[in-house]
């Protein structure tokens, strides 16, 4: 069992950067591979990036990509979504997700364990 506790959403202008964190409880996390995913107001959950369990490789949607970048530390058992160039487009909440084992789906269907979102507001 793994729970998911996201922070470091905001309101930040067009142009600007956010951090976000996903913190996983349990000892088994580097078994795990994480994802982030993204909801936006009367949308489905739209995939945004996901990291194996060694940090060795990473996916990303083309519509973030060159922006953000995800990261994890296993040390802290902490997942990252690093947002820079933010667009009004990128207004959502923000969910970390999270799957034992080392393979990793853009799918949200294949991921077993949530957290609660975090709001992400980027103004014009």
């Known amino acids: 069992q793994v729970q998911l506790v996201e922070s470091g959403g905001g309101l930040v202008q067009a142009g600007g950067s956010l951090r976000l964190s996903c913190a996983a409880s349990?000892?088994?996390?580097?078994?795990?591979?994480f994802g982030w995913f993204r909801q936006a107001p009367g949308k489905e959950h739209e995939f945004v990036s996901t990291?194996?369990?060694?940090?060795?490789?990473?996916y990303y949607a083309d519509s973030v990509k060159g922006r953000f970048t995800i990261s994890r530390d296993n040390a802290k058992n902490t997942v990252y979504l690093q947002m820079n160039s933010l667009k009004p487009e990128d207004t959502a909440v923000y969910y970390c997700?999270?799957?034992?084992?080392?393979?990793?789906?853009?799918?949200?269907?294949?991921?077993?364990?949530w957290g609660q979102g975090t709001q992400v507001t980027v103004s014009s």
């Open positions: 997700a999270a799957r034992s084992g080392n393979s990793y789906y853009t799918s949200a269907h294949a991921y077993s364990y």
């Open positions: 990291i194996n369990w060694s940090g060795g490789t990473t």
């Open positions: 349990g000892r088994t996390f580097s078994t795990y591979a």
